[in-house]
């Protein structure tokens, strides 16, 4: 999250945790368990310090989870699967969690996808989300490997179908006309003209009465 200090374009802000001591042992083991937490943010347009959001609410497709046992790995894990792209566009979630990495601050070119008003393309996405599922330097470079391949086999192919069906469609659309009209052409080649014929047999007629 962000930090008191706009070094980066952010808002300043800090965060009010909620926690419960002993993490389900003896009071005096030593381990803690956080419970949720509260994001306040200082404001440069009012100048005032305010509520932010609060975790739970913010992620509340693991609210359930968050309530009956803390932030645990269980339930950050079900928020980074909710943040992964639907239909090949970004997820409001990971578009939310944009915004909060700058406490609602617009970010800018320089921020390089935080912010909400910051572009965040297909390649900005994949490295949030192997961010959030690698711990180690090589399994994010297999992250990205494995997510370029995946857009091209799912995304790409899909895109590649509907633009094939589009134009089988359009060249069908194209033959059928021509059809029509080839057909109407030698309807009227192979129709006589009566007006024609009737000259003729008129003419015809006027010859045999003057012989």
Known sequence: GPSIT????????????????????GIDD???????????RFSFGTSHWSKFYTFSKAYNMASDMIKEEGLTSKAFRTIVKSMDDKRGR??????????YMLSGADGNVANRGRGANTKCDSKC???????????????????????KHSWRKDGRSIFG???AVVCGIVVLAFAIVRCRKRSRRDDYESTPSVT????NED???RDQEMI
């Open 30 to 40: 030593g381990k803690y368990r956080i419970l949720d937490y509260d994001s306040h």
């Open 196 to 199: 024609g014929n009737g000259q």
């Open 90 to 99: 970004e997820s409001p979630v990971l578009k939310s969690y944009r915004s």
């Open 125 to 147: 996405r994949d490295e949030f989300m192997c961010t959030f599922q690698s711990a180690t330097r090589t399994g994010y470079d297999d992250c990205l490997l494995e997510r």
């Open 203 to 205: 003419i015809g007629a």
């Open 6 to 25: 706009p070094l980066h374009g952010n808002d300043p802000s800090f965060r009010l945790v909620k926690y419960d001591r002993g993490g389900g042992g």
């Open 161 to 163: 179908l509907v633009g």
